[in-house]
C-alpha cells in the first residue's frame, strides 16, 4: 500500500532545482522525487556498506598491506 510523505521547509532554490531536473526528464516533480527516493531506499546506507566490506573482507584469507599494493602500482608505472 502506498502513503503519503511531506516534505516541510524545502528551500525554494532547492525545490527549483529539483522541478528543473523533473522538466529535463520530462516527468512531474511528484514523479521524479518518487523515482528518487524509491533510488535511495534501494541502496544500502553507508554504515550497512562498510559492514558488508568489514565481513567479506574477515572471510578472505588473503591480505595484501598497503605497502605492497603501493609498490607494485608504482613497479606498473615504470
Request: zero cysteines.
Amino acid at each position: 500500500m502506498a502513503t503519503t510523505i511531506t516534505i516541510r521547509h524545502v528551500p525554494e532554490d532547492v525545490r527549483n532545482e529539483l522541478a528543473a531536473r523533473a522538466a529535463r526528464a520530462g516527468r512531474s516533480l511528484q514523479e521524479y522525487m518518487l523515482g528518487e527516493v524509491v533510488r535511495l531506499a534501494s541502496r544500502p546506507s553507508i554504515a550497512e556498506l562498510l559492514a558488508s566490506v568489514r565481513e567479506r573482507k574477515s572471510r578472505s584469507p588473503h591480505h595484501v598491506d598497503r605497502d605492497t599494493i603501493l609498490g607494485d602500482r608504482d613497479a606498473d608505472r615504470r
